[in-house]
């Protein structure tokens, strides 16, 4: 079975672009998550869906969108890039996102924004 | 929203059991306690979660108070393989990772 796939691996952008990533989740699973991480900040939430609709979200500004597909195939995107968006950038999905429920992470975009 | 509070770092010696503990005083009844870790350069990977009794895979031992206020994370012989930063989540803000524990093991 395949993993959480994560594409593009690396990324570089300069500051006021936009740029989108991608997650295709474990086959089956219906609720993606995604996550900044940085050095300082540590593993921060961004938002959930499940399902198409945006379940959960975290505490980051309207620049940071997400979508998910009807394969649940997830996007986020991130709009007039700052510097301080540059970050690993994590999604991860289970099978309805309930409590008990293993998450499976993919390996992540780096994002440098220059 | 719950807190967890965990030691920024601990170290521990190859071969050894480390204990690493998770304090989640305002957890609710229904959440189940589960644990990550994060390896270098990797996203985090599931190491073990329950939610009252204690809790054995072939990665570690989950032991939950019987308040469920804090847990413990036991990895019976630490070996270098293990070193990462480790994460206790609540179930329910099973979203909120937060910094974690980073384990240095010693050869």
């Known amino acids: 079975k395949a993993g959480v796939t994560q594409t593009p691996r690396y990324l570089i952008k300069t500051r006021g672009q936009q740029v989108t990533l991608s997650c295709s989740p474990i086959?089956?699973?219906?609720?993606v998550s995604w996550y900044q991480q940085t050095p300082g900040q540590g593993l921060q939430f961004l938002f959930e869906?499940?399902?198409?609709?945006?379940?959960n979200k975290g505490n980051f500004p309207g620049r940071f969108s997400g979508r998910q597909f009807s394969n649940s195939r997830s996007e986020m995107n991130v709009s007039t890039l700052e510097l301080g968006d540059s970050a690993l950038y994590l999604c991860?999905?289970?099978?309805?996102?309930?409590?008990?429920?293993?998450?499976?992470f993919g390996s992540g975009t780096q994002l440098s924004v220059l | 929203d719950a807190k967890t509070t965990q030691p920024n770092s601990m170290e521990s010696n190859e071969e050894e059991p480390v204990h690493l503990p998770c304090n989640h005083s305002?957890?609710?009844?229904?959440?189940?306690i589960h644990w990550y870790r994060q390896l270098p350069s990797q996203g985090p990977e599931y190491v073990i979660h329950?939610?009252?009794s204690n809790v054995n895979n072939r990665m570690a031992s989950l032991a939950i108070a019987e308040d469920r206020k804090s847990s413990t994370l036991i990895l019976h012989r630490a070996t270098l393989r293990d070193a990462a930063v480790y994460y206790c989540?609540?179930?329910?803000?099973?979203?909120?990772f937060g910094t974690g524990t980073r384990l240095k093991v010693l050869a």
């Open positions: 989540i609540p179930g329910t803000y099973k979203y909120i």
């Open positions: 991860a999905s289970s099978l309805a996102g309930g409590g008990s429920e293993k998450l499976f």
């Open positions: 305002t957890i609710s009844g229904t959440d189940y």
């Open positions: 329950g939610l009252t």
């Open positions: 086959s089956g699973h219906r609720s």
């Open positions: 869906y499940f399902s198409e609709t945006q379940r």
